[in-house]
């Protein structure tokens, strides 16, 4: 069958051997042309204004403040890895950052990294079990609802053993002796900082960053605006708002975004998912909000899945905050940890996953639950110093008997007795006919002090959605093809956690595709 005009249009160029934009585009690069006659220079795309003829208002910049070949949006575990791999490939690497402070939401997360294997073979030394690349994908995709594209999920838990031996090796990462088997997951696969926190792996990329030379970071500089000048034409540079000025920066390579979600945007929030109220607290640091992605849609990048947005179910109930002791409720369930209501009951298989527990407390009606460990389950959860910090600072409570605790907690003695002696029943007859839990050889009962709580209640904390990249860390447009020299990783780009991200996932998966962007980047011709 011959082919019509148009499809002859999509599939050559003047010389028959390159794709060429479809009519969209066709239609984008006249309006570009027409703007261009009445500006005197380039215009320069703009997908988000209501009207199409109203698409191109902006024109490129004629003189830029300064040019550099890779630069890199957002000073996360995605940005820092990003700049390592560039750099250390020969390219100038520059990272800017809105907040005054580096680290995004990174360097304030629970710290878990999920790793089917690393070289301290501490899965093997404790004796937990075994797992598999093909174990860890196949839970990802599950708790995802298998709206994860599985070729993402496949890169992330296949690169992420070597991005952990990557920074032992090279960041000097130190990891606790412990491993959790977080809700969702099948085995046990979470590693933990001795920091207890994901500042423990901000400090060792670091360390990498100092080895390679990577250049400072750019703090207090946001980004205002990605200059793109056709459907058919890379990404040229960016416009930044300073304290002092408004600068544009030319990239002679690539530009990659790792600026985080949109979890403090409630405007942005309540767009895409009106359950997500500005009632609930946040777990993220202030500049999580959404402009970043918004800039790239303004470029025609593609979005996904955006109204997939998660509450952490065990973030501080007064302040939202996700500190140290909000992670043991991730961690004690394997071990026997039990979740109690404001009543002193159980309300939910406490291995679940994070929504899935959200959504159990939210039904109870409460502002508040709990998380009850015994002594004897700290050292596979945390360390017995930073309980005793929490203990001092009032965070956690502490008690040599049930009623005393229930006293604490301000419940029913009566009540949490009898739900603790119930749930020992069914560990010890390996049942749970309430809530169907999976009982293991490692969970252990809650029959001798001292006795521990910890109050906790949903938060907002990640947003799953986000641009459309490809195993390349590309990002792809509203057509379907990669934008040339335009990347992203991390929280910022969507398609891996599917409708639920499972704990311990998000670390991972923002360093290898951190990687991957900055060694792709750092290959682009200038």
Known sequence: ????????????????????????????????????????????????NAKAEAAVFRTVPRQWDETVDVLIVGSGFAGLCAAIEATSRGSKALILEKMPIMGGNSIISGGGYNSWTDKLNLREKLKLGSDSAELHIEDTLKGGDYYNIPELVKVFVEGAPATLNWMIDEGDLKLRPILSRIGGHSAFRGHTTMHGTGRGFIEALQKISAKYGVTPIRMNTKLTWIWRQDPSTPVLGVEVQTQRATRNIRINKALILAAGGFGHDVKMRQLFNPNITPAYNCTNQPGATGEVLRCAQAVGADALQLAFIQLYPTADPESGVLDLYALYPGRSPMFGGLFM???????????????????????????????????????????????????????????????????????????????????????????????????????????????YAVAQWPAVHHCMGGLRINNAAQVIDIWGDPIPKLYAA???????????????????????????AGTNAAKEKA
């Open 490 to 516: 991390g929280e910022v780009a969507g398609g891996v956690h599917g409708a639920n991200r499972l704990g311990g996932n998000a670390i991972p998966t923002a360093m290898v595709f951190g990687r991957i």
């Open 341 to 451: 209501d404001v009543k002193g009951k159980r309300f939910v298989n406490e291995m679940e996953r994070r929504d899935v527990v959200a959504r159990a407390e939210i039904a109870t009606g409460a502002k508040r639950a709990f998380n009850v460990f015994t002594a004897k389950m700290i050292p596979h959860i945390t360390m017995p110093d930073e309980v005793n910090q929490g203990v001092e600072a009032g965070r956690v409570w502490k008690a040599a008997s049930l009623a005393e605790l229930a006293k604490k907690m301000d419940i029913s003695a009566a009540t949490l007795q009898e739900t603790i002696a119930k749930h020992n029943e069914y560990l010890k007859a390996g049942k749970d006919p309430e809530f169907g839990k999976p009982f293991t050889s490692h969970m252990l009962a809650i029959d001798e002090g001292p006795f």
């Open 1 to 48: 069958m011959k082919p019509t005009e148009d499809h002859q249009d999509r599939n050559t160029n003047e010389t028959g051997t390159a794709a060429t934009p479809p009519t969209r585009r066709k239609f984008l690069r006249t309006l570009a042309a027409a703007g261009a006659a009445v500006a005197g220079a380039p215009a320069a795309m703009n997908l988000l």
